[in-house]
């Protein structure tokens, strides 16, 4: 059960005299409920491609992406996505934008207000339901956005470097809050960043991706995400000999790649 | 040696004074802001008193030109003579037509065609967005008819739909529909493609996203295009009454203009502007009013 991608590969045809791209090759991951799956690595690897082809926004060249044994063949709200940046809608407020994707599904408005009503409360916007989002900070922003994808309340969670835009502090602090919310909903979720430090502390499971063509070169599992929510303080954790240790293993992998392209 | 090094300072001393000169350098140059503004936003700061002052001097110039008596009343009649003609037919009439009546029959020449105009243009351009066969098949006529002038394909509305009601409005529409759809047609690429990808993982159909994200998102596109529209349906009003009217502001214009009555011909004029600038105005108002977020996101 949950998701399973078996040997996926994703070539973009050649245009305009560039050659064809192999965006992904022979990617093979399984996202069990309940895992933190973060995906890492240097430009242009093939995180957002993967996740689109999770999202079903695209289909894989070769190989499948299976969802509780039933093929992905396009976009659905048990997948549904967090986007960096510009995907609320701004005509909407707060409690609307919240909602927007049971309304999509057909639930009734007092069913769907009250559903929103609570994740509103969830992550931490109570008080701002009635408030235009294009008014709300960066992070509040951010927090709408991870509000509603779980509305939805999806199987797998899909999020795009949701945290990528945020100040230092803001996003220390919605790390925390998104680990808190993983932890209470069950859900699985697909993350991608480029912090190192955010996907070592997050993660439970983390993909290291190379590319050209884009391909998962390392798999670590991580036991620090489940320190914090045992009550460890997360400052404490990030400064940890293991942490540093591991932190800097990986920061070594992606600048070789980095290396190699330049 | 000595002299060298005094002659140099003197130009170094100049240059820090005065790096550039002129009035453009001191129209260009960069001022910090007050408290409240951003600094370098394009085009910031209130205008009202300077519109106040612009309208102001040009009356005044006009006024003194003809108080000086350097122009014939019959080229450039003075703001007093206009208003005085404006009193007149506004009372008596223009040939035998109270004067609201001349408003009120090109109002509803520019408005039932705007109107019409609105509600082909806009779903047909928002169709031309959405699909590639609609794009296709639409594409070439709207672009081949679009630059000619309508006084050119006047005589064929004329031949073709009659001298009444009809080809007036027919042209007059003509005008408008083309900016109408061409700017629905752009609004569709407003919205964001991160907009668009959320609402179809949330389950939307392609339906839902068209009307939920594309149609909102293109709003503000498709008011600013009929802000536009509606200025072309003023513009082509005086050709569409140029043939067998004997109504509208248009026909009071083109008329007085053959009985060399300048100061009706100004007088029309200012009143076709005032109607247009008001209806702007109130689209500005609707704007504010609908899409509030213009521009935030």
């Known amino acids: ?262 | 040696m000595i002299e060298t090094v005094k002659h140099s300072t003197s130009v170094a001393e100049k240059a820090r004074i005065n790096p550039r000169s002129g009035v453009f350098a001191w129209f260009a140059r960069g001022r910090p802001t007050k408290p409240g503004e951003t600094y370098g936003v394009p085009g910031q700061g209130d205008t009202m008193w300077l519109s106040v002052v612009s309208i102001l001097f040009l009356l005044f110039v006009w006024w003194a030109i003809t108080a000086l008596g350097l122009v014939k009343p019959l080229f450039v009649p003075s703001p007093q003579a206009i208003l005085a003609k404006f009193v007149d037919v506004w009372q008596n009439g223009f040939t035998n037509t109270s004067f609201l009546e001349h408003v009120a029959v090109s109002t509803a020449r520019v408005f039932g065609a705007f109107l019409l105009a609105c509600a082909v243009g806009i779903p047909l351009g928002l169709a031309m967005g959405m699909s590639p066969v609609m794009r296709g098949l639409f594409d070439p006529p709207i672009e081949f008819y679009r630059p000619i002038p309508p006084l050119a394909y006047l005589p064929l509305m004329i031949i073709w739909f009659g001298i009444g009601e009809t080809s007036k409005v027919l042209l007059i529409f003509l005008s408008v529909f083309a900016p109408v759809a061409l700017g629905a047609r752009a609004g569709v690429r407003s919205a964001a493609i991160e907009q668009i990808h959320a609402a179809y993982s949330f389950g939307a159909s392609r339906w839902q996203v068209m009307r939920h994200v594309i149609l909102p998102s293109a709003l503000p596109e498709i008011l600013t295009a009929m802000r536009v529209g509606v200025g072309f349906g003023w513009t082509t009003l005086v050709a569409a009454e140029m043939v067998a009217a004997t109504k509208g502001l248009g026909y009071m214009v083109l008329s007085a203009s053959q009985f060399l009555q300048t100061p009706t011909v100004i007088m029309g004029i200012i009143v076709i502007a005032a109607i247009a600038y008001a209806f702007d105005l109130l689209m500005r108002w609707i704007e504010a009013k609908v899409i509030p977020w213009k521009g935030k996101m």
């Not at chain 1, 039933?70 to 701004?90: M, N």
């Not at chain 1, 509305?151 to 998104?178: F, N, S, Y």
Request: charged residues 25%; neutral net charge; aromatic residues 6%.
């Open chain 1, 1 to 262: 059960m949950g998701l399973n991608i078996k040997s996926a590969s994703v070539v973009f045809p050649a245009a305009e005299g560039r050659p064809p791209v192999e965006a992904l090759r022979g990617i093979d991951l399984a996202i069990a409920e309940g895992d933190f799956v973060v995906a890492l690595g240097a430009s242009g690897c093939g995180k957002s491609t993967l996740l689109n082809l999770i999202a079903g926004f695209l289909a894989p060249s070769s190989g499948e992406i299976l969802l509780d044994g039933r093929p992905v063949t396009g976009p659905g709200a048990d997948r549904s996505v967090v986007f960096q940046k510009h995907a609320l809608l701004p005509w909407l407020n707060v409690i609307e934008n919240v909602a927007f994707g049971l309304k999509m599904q057909g639930v009734a408005e007092a069913k769907r207000l009250a559903i929103a009503e609570d994740f509103v409360k969830l992550l931490g916007l109570d008080g701002f339901q009635k408030s235009p989002v294009y008014r709300l900070s960066g992070g509040m922003q951010q927090r709408v956005g991870i509000a509603r994808a779980l509305t939805c309340d999806p199987k797998v969670l899909l999020m795009d470097e949701p945290l990528g835009a945020l100040d230092a502090l803001t996003r220390e602090k919605a790390q925390e809050l998104i680990l808190r919310i993983w932890n209470d909903t069950g859900k699985s979720v697909f993350f991608i960043t480029h912090s190192v430090e955010e996907a070592l502390f997050m993660g439970t499971k983390l993909i290291v991706m190379s590319p050209r063509p884009g391909r998962i070169s390392h798999r670590f599992d991580l036991p620090f995400s489940r320190r914090v929510l045992a009550g460890e303080p997360a400052r404490q954790i990030k400064a940890s000999p293991e942490f540093i240790r591991l932190r800097e293993e990986v920061l070594g992998i992606i600048f070789a790649d980095e290396e190699e392209a330049a």
